[in-house]
């Protein structure tokens, strides 16, 4: 892999409040490739500072940062702030060719990250190509300096980062994967804090290991920056207590296990009440499709007792659901409820005027130049959103849409698909498997109340589909299996207390229904958080428009935005 550098300045300023230069609080991040050594093989990685996760960044609410990119390196980046609204600001946001061209070598860019109402765990990413893999980070964000949490205060914080991880270099992953048109090659392990844990070789002495008191409880701020799987985790012997998804609070629960996406944040206490001893925590795929090879091991790090007898034997595993357990992964996730107290409100849109219905599909498309590719019957694997598979603009959206440059997208996306099927259904005709490539976007006018109704289907066996919304968190209020029913479905809805998120898995041959009101005005990227469904085109943006008063409408961008 070749040497690359990008430097990060960070300043924190306290929110709504004017502070000039000198009271700025200055931080430097370096991203450079660094040596790895794991699973008994060594290799240089993209990494933050030399570690691998990247720092955590801590705010509190409401709080700006601005960011410096500096990128001294040979390839091209960008930066997302998974979770950050950004009101009125997508300039900072983050997608290549969405909201900015990259940073190219040589260049820099100041990235001016505002927050609003996030409160709990949110993590930063890059996104472009694949490079995520490695660089990524936990933010935490504290509430407003004088608030308490909606729980008890706990003993500690500990950040739990997600990875997937491969021998080969990521990039070539990538490339290999759009050369073949098929999949990409099976993952080598997962990792919990940058390490897959002493059930794999070479791990044994670097396994994250959380220390704990006998009686303390345990705030764990779990982030999934896997590519590619939704992981099922769980703490030998221990229960958890769900308190807070995306940058916001739920309704607590218990479980012994969580299912987290792709993209998705968990916050969740551990009350250390066990015999004091060392136990095992894991995580391992979940994979609801049969016909798909994937990494099936099993990522484990180290629960602690602080103190406990040497002479105790091998921690215990934890009971994890099956790899296909679906109902296990659906079951989970629809425990999620917005804490929604005095505290805490929520405002669900209620009247909606605009209803959007996305068929997500896998897909194929022929092979370029006759040639046979490594999808079904020599074809090349594609993703979509109502038979359309996005492709990346040659300038970034945000750009044409601002200058008014036009060729660059088309405003036809479809609100709904354009044919109908039976989604679900177990042997769907082949016609149906070819889509469309097209940059199209939906263009909304400011203040409208969106539904999106997100329809898997079962073409190719279909598949889970975690799905993110920049520049919004949503309230999920339905979700079901098979194909959705106008008529009958919202008479289910939760209304009263749906989770807040800004992630949510669709899961295999089943719907969900979310809704926002567009009052974030800019362009905002919508996509499966499935790296490889990302590069295949299941993708699509929306474009809010300025509303009328001064404080509903876009800010203009930096002086010095990236060229392409």
């Known amino acids: 892999m070749e040497?690359?550098?990008?430097?990060?300045?960070?300043?924190?300023?306290?929110?709504?409040i004017q502070i000039g230069q000198a009271e700025l609080q200055r931080h430097t991040f370096i991203v450079k490739e660094a040596l790895y050594t794991r699973l008994c093989s060594s290799k240089n990685i993209l990494t933050v500072n030399g570690t691998f996760p990247g720092p955590t960044l801590y705010a509190n609410r409401g709080d700006t940062i601005i960011i410096d990119v500096i990128n001294q390196g040979s390839e091209?980046?960008?930066l997302h702030w998974h979770g950050v609204k950004q009101p009125r600001n997508p300039w900072s946001d983050g997608p290549e060719y969405i909201t900015q061209c990259p940073i190219q070598p040589g260049t820099n860019f100041s990235q001016t990250i505002k927050l609003s109402d996030e409160e709990g765990t949110l993590w930063w990413h890059a996104h472009s190509g694949w490079s995520r893999a490695t660089v990524h980070g936990v933010i935490i964000i504290y509430p407003t300096n004088g608030i308490k949490y909606p729980f008890p205060k706990p003993q500690a914080e500990v950040p739990i980062i997600f990875a997937q991880w491969w021998k080969s270099d990521i990039q070539a992953v990538y490339k290999e994967l759009i050369a073949s048109g098929g999949q990409e090659i099976i993952s080598d392990a997962f990792f919990i804090n940058g390490q897959p844990g002493d059930l794999y070789p070479c791990s044994k002495n670097d396994t994250f290991t959380l220390t704990v008191d006998s009686g303390k409880t345990y705030l764990l701020r779990m982030v999934n920056s896997a590519m590619n799987f939704i992981l099922f985790f769980s703490v030998a012997n221990h229960q958890l207590t769900v308190v807070g998804t995306d940058g916001s609070y739920v309704k607590p629960f218990k479980s012994d296990y969580i299912a987290i996406s792709p993209g998705q944040t968990i916050d969740l206490l551990l009350k250390a009440d066990q015999t004091p001893n060392r136990y095992y925590m894991a995580a391992k795929a979940y994979n609801s499709v049969p016909l798909l090879h994937y990494d099936n091991s099993t990522a484990t790090a180290i629960l602690q007792y602080s103190k406990y007898s040497p002479a105790d034997p091998s921690p215990p595993l934890p009971n994890l659901p099956n790899s296909n357990d679906t109902n296990a992964s659906v079951s989970f996730t629809r425990n999620l409820r917005s804490l929604a107290d005095e505290n805490h409100p929520i405002n669900v849109?209620?009247?909606?005027?605009?209803?959007?219905?996305?068929?997500v599909s896998v897909n194929t498309l022929p092979c370029e130049n006759g040639k046979a590719c490594a999808g079904i019957n020599g074809s090349r694997l594609a993703a979509s959103m109502n038979n359309n598979s996005?492709?990346?603009p040659p300038i970034d959206i945000l750009q044409a849409y601002y200058k008014m440059i036009g060729g660059v997208y088309g405003d036809e996306f479809p609100h709904f698909p354009p044919f109908p099927f039976n989604y679900t259904a177990g042997d769907l005709p082949a016609k149906l498997l070819q889509a469309n490539r097209a940059t199209e976007v939906v263009v909304l006018e400011y203040g409208r109340t969106v539904e999106i109704v997100l329809q898997g289907t079962s073409l190719l066996s279909g598949i889970d589909h975690p799905f993110h919304l920049h520049g919004y968190s949503f309230y999920v209020v339905g979700s079901g299996f098979g194909?959705?029913?106008k008529d009958k479905d919202p008479s289910n809805y939760n209304l009263v207390d749906p989770?807040?998120?800004n992630t949510i898995a669709v899961a295999k041959s089943s719907w969900t229904a979310i809704r926002f009101k567009a009052e974030n005005p800019g362009v905002w990227f919508m996509h499966c958080h499935f790296?490889?469904?990302t590069s295949w085109g299941m993708d699509m943006a929306f474009i809010v428009k300025d509303g009328n008063e001064r404080k509903q409408k876009m800010l203009p961008p930096p002086p010095y935005m990236p060229k392409c």
């Open 390 to 392: 996005f492709v990346l």
């Open 483 to 485: 194909n959705f029913d």
């Open 76 to 78: 091209n980046i960008t």
């Open 349 to 359: 849109p209620l009247n909606v005027t605009t209803n959007l219905f996305f068929a």
């Open 3 to 16: 040497t690359f550098i990008l430097q990060f300045i960070v300043f924190f300023l306290l929110g709504g």
């Open 531 to 533: 790296q490889r469904h």
């Open 499 to 501: 989770p807040l998120v």
